[in-house]
């Protein structure tokens, strides 16, 4: 059908460039300028119609629930383009903890929804404020918005992010969420309470973000203590971390059994009584005690995920002893306008050209198997980013 929609646009746009010449022999500016604006509207509408299909493949949530209630439809509706956006062709999808909270409905969102807040691609269509901003068609990109599980999602250009040469777009993927979340969690979340030369206790570095944010640590110069479990340790030895707590396992968690190791009375003896000035927890319910309890004087407890369950509520009391400071904080505040997403982005990529980060890309599950990955990352299985890769 597509070349039949081509033969009636072109026989339009000859029709529109007919009217043009008839105007001109009149000396009608006013007219030509009218005629001319319907003429681009008409070459706008054909760029961006022929680009993509009008269903697509997407997995998606009608109901909360477990993992299978991630469905894969093949007629679900392909995003249409508004103005300021273009339309990426997934090639790879994120899979992030926070997705499986949007599934179950720990964070709330409009159902039906499609899945996932991370993609990369090639930009398939551009509206025409997007084009004036130097976007084209066959760009390689990577970004962050709702609805990556699917072939097409319509992304706003201020969040996307151009893949750099050199830079894989699995590798691209995986750092837009977790990438930058620690690039947050070890520059910014830490509200400077932390100096060069401290200790920052970083739980769980074994897989996903943690991964990236006990190297960016190092890259800040913090030393690092980090925990993980006895599978994982072959690849949190290879992070760079000053002191390494491995845990026995907890089987079929996403999490370690952080009661097999006194980790506080570790942290103590590493820290020669002085405990650390951030603690970094993405693991939560199993966790809060401990890392309370390993903050220095003035330290910081940065809570940012739930991997064991939500941080129950505590009275802000226990925080006297020490005089410490908790945070519960997200990436969205922490890209607030495009400048702050592009020097993150720029910091993180620049790492990996110049080889001083290490991306483990763990495993890619086609998205037909949406519901295996969201239960693979649940297990505890990663020891690195988990992708499904989109046809």
């Not at 008409?42 to 493949?57: A, D, E, Y």
């Not at 269509?125 to 760009?139: F, L, R, T």
């Not at 951030?278 to 004087?297: C, E, F, P, Q, R």
Request: aromatic share 8%; net charge neutral; proline share 4%.
């Amino acid at each position: 059908m597509s070349w039949i929609f081509c033969l009636f646009s072109t026989s339009l746009i000859l029709r529109k460039f007919s009217i043009v010449f008839s105007l001109t022999q009149h000396n009608s500016a006013y007219s030509i300028i009218q005629s001319l604006h319907q003429l681009s509207s008409i070459l706008c509408v054909h760029r961006i119609s022929t680009m993509s299909p009008t269903n697509q493949k997407a997995a998606v949530v009608r109901e909360v629930g477990d993992a299978h209630a991630l469905k894969v439809e093949h007629d679900f509706p392909t995003p249409q383009i508004k103005p300021g956006q273009v339309i990426v062709k997934n090639q790879y999808a994120g899979i992030n903890f926070i997705d499986t909270y949007h599934r179950k409905g720990l964070y709330p969102r409009d159902l039906p929804f499609v899945g996932g807040q991370e993609g990369g691609g090639i930009v398939a269509a551009v509206s025409d404020e997007a084009a004036a901003e130097g976007i084209k068609v066959g760009d390689p990109v990577a970004y962050s918005v709702f609805g990556t599980y699917a072939q097409y999602t319509a992304v706003p250009a201020s969040k996307l992010l151009p893949v750099p040469e050199g830079v894989g777009l699995d590798v691209a993927t995986s750092c837009v969420v977790q990438g930058l979340t620690a690039h947050y969690l070890t520059t910014s979340a830490h509200a400077d309470l932390i100096k060069p030369g401290e200790w920052c206790l970083i739980h769980g570095v074994g897989g996903g973000t943690c991964q990236w944010a006990a190297q960016m640590a190092k890259l800040r110069g913090f030393k690092v203590i980090g925990t993980c479990s006895k599978g994982k340790a072959d690849i949190a030895k290879t992070l760079g971390c000053d002191e390494l707590i491995v845990l026995n396992e907890v089987e079929g968690a996403s999490y370690e059994d952080y009661e097999s190791v006194d980790i506080v009375a570790r942290v103590m003896e590493v820290t020669e009584g002085k405990g650390c000035k951030a603690v970094i927890d993405g693991i939560g319910k199993s966790t809060v005690d401990i890392s309370i309890n390993s903050l220095a004087h003035r330290g910081i407890f940065v809570s940012f995920g739930n991997a064991s369950g939500a941080v129950p509520a505590f009275p802000v009391l226990r925080l006297i002893g020490k005089s410490a400071y908790v945070t519960r904080p997200k990436l969205l505040d922490y890209t607030v306008d495009r400048a702050e997403l592009v020097w993150r982005a720029n910091e993180v990529f620049g790492w990996l050209k110049e080889g001083k980060l290490n991306v483990s890309v763990d495993r890619c599950f086609p998205l037909d198997e949406a519901a295996e990955g969201h239960l693979y990352l649940e297990a505890g299985k990663s020891k690195g980013k988990v992708l499904y890769q989109i046809d």
